[in-house]
């Protein structure tokens, strides 16, 4: 072997182990890259064991309504699982922190916006009420959209 190919080898070798040992490099300088995952907190845990719960319940129940699970067995199973689920949402709920719908600013000005804007696009009733709940209906409408009661034709009178 010449000096060339030596050489090429040894560059090709050492590119090698430059790639392999990077992460372990990184993972050994960062320190704090392999504990992050350790230190979730005890929300994110909850949460995690609680999507954990549910895809095993929707699993527990797609194989009971397709056949592959007896009923014994999915009477057993189905009842602790939702007791643990139970459990989870009550921890979680003593962890909230308070950041619930309520405490949202000015919430109900903003809801009672939105209404409006909806109603803005609807017709109107042109007068014409339902005769069993009184609520305006248009003047196309078979069935109270309120009630859901038959409403009577309008008879057109030749004038």
């Known amino acids: 072997m010449d ?4 050489l090429l080898s040894l560059a090709l070798l050492l590119l090698v182990a430059a790639i392999v ?3 372990l490099w990184d993972a050994r300088n960062s320190g704090q890259a392999s504990a992050a995952p350790q230190d979730r907190s005890e929300i994110e845990v909850l949460i995690s064991r609680r999507e954990g719960i549910l895809a095993v319940l929707l699993d527990l129940d797609f194989d009971y309504a397709t056949g592959k699970l007896e009923t014994a067995d999915y009477e057993a199973q189905r009842p602790q699982l939702i007791f643990e689920g139970v459990q989870v949402l009550k921890k979680l709920d003593a962890l909230d922190t308070g950041d619930d719908v309520t405490s949202v600013p ?3 000005e ?3 916006q939105a209404v409006e804007k909806l109603r803005v696009g609807q017709p109107k009733s ?3 009420l339902c005769p069993h709940c ?3 209906v248009n003047p196309g409408n ?4 309120h009630c859901g009661k038959q409403i009577a034709p309008v008879v057109e009178t030749a004038g």
């Open 3 to 6: 000096l060339a190919s030596i």
């Open 110 to 112: 903003r809801i009672e």
């Open 134 to 136: 009184g609520k305006p």
């Open 142 to 145: 078979r069935f109270c959209p």
């Open 106 to 108: 000015d919430l109900d």
């Open 126 to 128: 042109n007068g014409r």
């Open 21 to 23: 040992l990077r992460p």
